[in-house]
């Protein structure tokens, strides 16, 4: 069995919650790399439906371990209340889950820094989920954050007070320090610390080991390719490394143990928060996806901005992380479409390019170049085989999988587990086995 990378080509909310749950049925670990509970993977059992914040998708399945890697930022409440919440489902996530000693803490005052900077007057606001993770991420780059280690360690009183020493002079100089209590953070933290603690351990020793031992391991992205730090649309970014190699440096698994990289995208695409969309929809039909496919932020509820699939965007995309095949989510929601518009092109001060541009203002001057498909008009969720798709539908696949130059790999047509097909014969088949 291979080890796998899964994750996000577009801005996130691609369905990995979904794919990763399924695929998951055949390894033996899954690892979260990067983010934190600004993720919402969402899953259906039946009539339940789980959506994974901080802990991998996997962990629905009793026999995969689960593992939250060094790269993930960590809000102990909220990781607590995911816990507590998959117990009353029944899931046993004290026995199925470990936790990277090296991973980063989040704390409240992450979350007021955020709304700070968020709130400035002179600034654009990214949109951010408000969940201190971009706060977090800065203190771990600037070598002043906590770590998981730290918290579990009774060490932790000496360091908080000198993280918290200053953020109080940020606090004072916002004139809200009192609205602040230091000292309370400190005694739930310790307070959770003691539940965390027996699930601390090395997870990149933990995942080499599994390995070694030639069990096989699926890397659950979060967020999506462009809106990684690097390779997104900067800086309406997350703050962290949701591209393929985050896998490796958000793990402490190196290249050379990865076979196979999977990228998850849309039928169409969707963003939330602010920042440029080449291909987005503002009329009629945008907002007939945005109900067909309920689109609404998983985490924060705010509607997604929709648009069309955007062939430009997931060649870079592909290219920056290597994927070897990718998943088609939500093809059922085009289903009433007449005809299904595809981004082919940008347009960019008269010239056709096909390349993606690094700055804001550069994205936000592509004319997006579209060629009209036509549509099925017929209901295709949870059709088993490509074959029994309608010819359209099949021929609009063919048409992504020609321009992207990369193979259609599987398909999801529903929410459920068991509406979606592997491709016989795909790559992404063979890395499955
Ligand atoms: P993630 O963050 O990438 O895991 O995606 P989200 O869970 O935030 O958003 C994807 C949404 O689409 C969820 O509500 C899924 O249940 C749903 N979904 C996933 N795949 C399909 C599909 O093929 N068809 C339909 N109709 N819904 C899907
Ligand atoms: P999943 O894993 C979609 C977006 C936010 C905002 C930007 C920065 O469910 O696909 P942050 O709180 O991370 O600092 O916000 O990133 N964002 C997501 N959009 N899906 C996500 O996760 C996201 N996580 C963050 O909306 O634009
Ligand atoms: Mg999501």
Request: proline share 5%; net charge negative.
């Given at each position: 069995m291979s080890n796998l990378i899964v994750l996000g080509a577009q801005w996130g909310d691609e369905g990995k919650g979904k794919i990763v749950d399924l695929l998951?049925?055949?390894?033996d670990a899954v690892a979260r790399y990067q983010g934190g509970h600004n993720a919402g993977h969402t899953v259906y059992l039946g009539e339940k439906k789980f959506v994974l914040k901080l802990i991998p998708s996997g962990i629905l399945r009793p026999n995969v371990q689960a593992v939250v890697g060094n790269g993930v930022v960590i809000d102990p409440a909220a990781l607590l209340e995911e816990i507590h919440g998959l117990e009353a489902a029944g899931i046993n996530v004290k026995a199925q889950l470990k936790i990277s000693n090296r991973a980063h803490v989040i704390f409240p005052f992450h979350r007021t820094i955020e709304k700070i900077s968020e709130g400035r007057d002179d600034r654009t606001a990214i949109g951010t989920t408000s969940r201190g993770i971009g706060p977090c991420y800065e203190d771990k780059i600037a070598r002043r954050g906590i770590r998981i280690a730290d918290l579990v360690d009774n060490k932790f009183s000496q360091l908080y007070c000198s993280l918290a020493e200053d953020k109080q002079l940020i606090a004072t100089a916002f004139k809200?320090?009192?609205?602040?209590d230091f000292q309370d953070i400190l005694v739930r933290y310790k307070q959770y610390a003691d539940e965390i603690r027996p699930m601390v351990c090395d997870t990149s020793h933990l995942l080499n080991s599994l390995i070694r031992q030639g069990k096989s391991v699926l890397f659950e992205g979060a967020q999506g390719t462009m809106l990684d730090i690097d390779f997104g649309t900067y800086p309406f970014v997350t703050s962290s490394s949701a591209a393929a190699g985050g896998a490796c440096t958000g793990t402490g698994?190196?290249?050379?143990?990865?076979?196979g990289i999977v990228g998850v995208s849309k039928a169409y695409i969707t963003r939330v928060g602010a920042g440029p969309f080449p291909?987005?929809?503002?009329g009629e039909a945008g907002e007939k996806i945005r109900r067909a496919g309920n689109e609404f932020g998983s985490v924060t509820g705010r509607p997604r901005r929709c648009g069309w699939f955007d062939v430009p965007l997931l060649r870079y995309t592909a290219e920056v992380n290597g994927f070897d095949s990718l998943i088609i989510t939500k093809l059922d929601v085009l289903d009433d479409l007449d005809e299904i518009p595809v981004c082919v092109a940008y347009e960019v001060n008269g010239k056709v390019m096909t390349q993606m541009p690094a700055s804001t203002q550069a994205i936000e001057a592509i004319k997006p170049i579209f060629e009209k498909l036509p549509g099925w008009k017929t209901k295709t969720q949870g059709i088993p085989s490509l074959d029994a798709l309608p010819k359209q539908a099949r021929a609009y696949l063919k048409f992504l999988e020609e321009k992207t130059e990369v193979e259609i790999g599987s398909v999801s047509n529903g929410p459920e587990r068991n509406e979606t097909m592997i491709v016989p014969g795909s790559k992404l088949e063979k890395l499955l086995h």
């Open positions: 998951s049925e055949k390894f809200i320090a009192e609205k602040v698994v190196a290249p050379n143990k990865i076979d291909s987005e929809d503002l």
